[in-house]
């Protein structure tokens, strides 16, 4: 289970987040929605620690994480695996050693263990036989499946997505939400999706919260918030500008 | 202009506090011994196998040219056969360590500097972080490391090349008597000159790690972040390298002086 307690954060002088509350339970699909620019990246970086809050709570499974060092952290980031926007894959290695990259840190399996898993791994993002090569030879939502083979051949009780379908072709954007629906169904993991990409929402959330002006403005099961009436909701979800922004 | 000091200051403090809690950091890491073989190994390559051709060129004609000087001064004198001597001593405790570890830090600082910050900006030392590594093991500790060891053996190599280089030179070019030559330079140069160079280069190849590794992972972002971190880490790892040579040189020589 995560919970966000009054979360707030500032870079400099600008206000980023001011005042979260969030409870995701355990096994539930979140999906995070807002506007570009809005702090979900920032949100969801402070729920695996990568940043600490100027003031407010994260708990992890009752734990709270704000006030840990970055080796306690790492106890807690056990739990969680994580896929970046731009998948951040380790340039300097194959995709088999980006796979394996903890197994091999945790000195707990075979080599052949290790090779197995990556196989298998790989076969469930639908990338069979890519081990050798690198990511720069590999496609945007290739470098992304690699990025999700990467975060859940631990096995993770919890996956957090960075936007995982921006920049992609719509055919694309539909194998990863697959990808991650299969995944949430199949590995019984808690998962935490940021994007504003509503179909991917609609399809992978068991719950949608909306980030508005640096807080949760509404929350509830997608049907419930797709159909909702409120005008800024309604505003996001159909993709309509400010009259204002509509100078040109 | 008081306001610009006080944030340079505090900026220049904070930075030297982080490389301490870095430093700390590193020596708890090597503690636990995180560190695989692989990694290690791949480093001692790149930061002492790689700098060879800088460190071989720096060396010999370090040595060739205050041969030269030397045996011009000295020659005024009637000190030709001195000349080795000079050079023996200087090579092993000043230049051979100074220069090498120069050298260095311009290939190997700025490589490091180079290939953290890109990490850094790409997000590749935050999924390091979700995959539950510590950033300081698996980047710093092999590069700390492996510097540290590297530096010695190189340093070592460019004083051998420097005296050697000194001796073809003073004998052949120079005319100077080869066996007094060689008598006076065995006779003046001690053993204590080489340790001397050796703790030095020791301490320079930590600088060289640490500089390089803190200005990679607390770069600005995009490619002005990277190179200007790069630049940064070239230039304060040298400066320190200059100014720690000066206070090393005082405590080091006292504590011959007390040894002998």
């Known amino acids: ?248 | 202009m008081n306001f610009l000091a006080r944030t340079w200051l505090g900026e220049w403090l904070t930075g030297l506090g982080r490389i301490a809690v870095m430093s700390r950091d590193a020596v708890l890491s090597l503690l636990t011994w995180k560190v695989t073989w692989k990694d290690l190994l791949y480093q001692i390559y790149f930061i002492g196998i790689k700098s060879q051709s800088v460190v071989l060129v720096t060396g010999a004609f370090t040595g060739m040219v205050l041969t030269a000087q030397t045996y011009f001064q000295f020659h005024k004198v009637k000190m030709d056969t001195a000349t080795l001597a000079v050079v023996g001593v200087s090579m092993c405790s000043e230049l051979g360590p100074v220069l090498t570890a120069l050298m260095v830090a311009g290939r190997v600082g700025a490589a490091i500097a180079a290939e953290i910050g890109t990490m850094r900006v790409t997000e590749q030392i935050d999924a390091l972080r979700t995959l539950a590594t510590h950033p300081v093991d698996y980047l710093v500790v092999p590069r700390l490391l492996a510097s540290q060891i590297a530096l010695p053996l190189l340093t070592v190599e460019s004083i051998v090349l420097g005296i050697s280089s000194g001796y073809v030179v003073g004998v052949h070019l120079l005319g100077i008597d080869p066996t007094y030559l060689l008598d006076n330079m065995l006779k003046y140069t001690g053993n204590i000159d080489l340790e001397i160079g050796l703790i030095k280069s020791f301490v320079y190849g930590g600088i060289i790690a640490l500089v390089g590794c803190y200005k990679g992972m607390t770069c600005g972002m995009g490619a002005e972040g990277v190179g200007r971190a790069t630049t940064e880490a070239v230039v304060y790892a040298s400066i320190s390298i200059l100014i720690t040579n000066f206070f090393l040189t005082l405590v080091l020589q006292r504590v011959a002086l007390m040894l002998l």
């Open chain 1, 1 to 248: 289970m995560i919970e966000v307690r009054q979360l707030k954060k500032n870079f400099g002088t600008q206000n980023i987040l001011d005042g979260v509350d969030l409870l995701i339970e355990s096994g539930q699909s979140a999906v995070i929605i807002g506007r570009s620019g809005g702090g979900k990246s920032v949100l969801l970086k402070h729920l695996i620690g990568l940043l600490q809050p100027d003031s407010g709570d994260v708990l992890v499974d009752g734990e709270v994480i704000t006030h840990m060092n970055e080796r306690q952290l790492l106890r807690i980031r056990e739990k969680f695996g994580m896929v970046f926007q731009g998948a951040a894959l380790f340039d300097s290695m194959t995709v088999e050693e980006n796979v394996a990259f903890l197994l091999e840190r945790q000195r707990k399996y075979s080599p052949a263990e290790i090779q197995r898993r990556v196989a298998v791994a790989l076969e469930v993002v639908d990338l069979p036989g890519t081990q050798k090569k690198k990511p720069a030879e590999l496609s945007g939502g290739m470098r992304k499946r690699v990025g999700l083979a990467r975060a859940i051949i631990y096995e993770p009780e919890i996956l957090l997505y960075d936007e995982p379908t921006t920049g992609l072709d719509p055919i694309v954007s539909d194998s990863i939400d697959q990808l991650i629906v299969r995944v949430r169904d199949h590995l019984k993991v808690t998962s935490v999706v940021v994007t504003h990409d509503m179909r991917s929402a609609r399809r992978v959330g068991h719950q949608v919260f909306m980030l508005h002006k640096k807080k949760i403005y509404a929350s509830g099961p997608p049907q419930e918030l797709f159909a909702s009436s409120d005008p800024i909701v309604r505003q996001f979800i159909d993709g309509v500008a400010d009259a204002k922004e509509n100078v040109f």
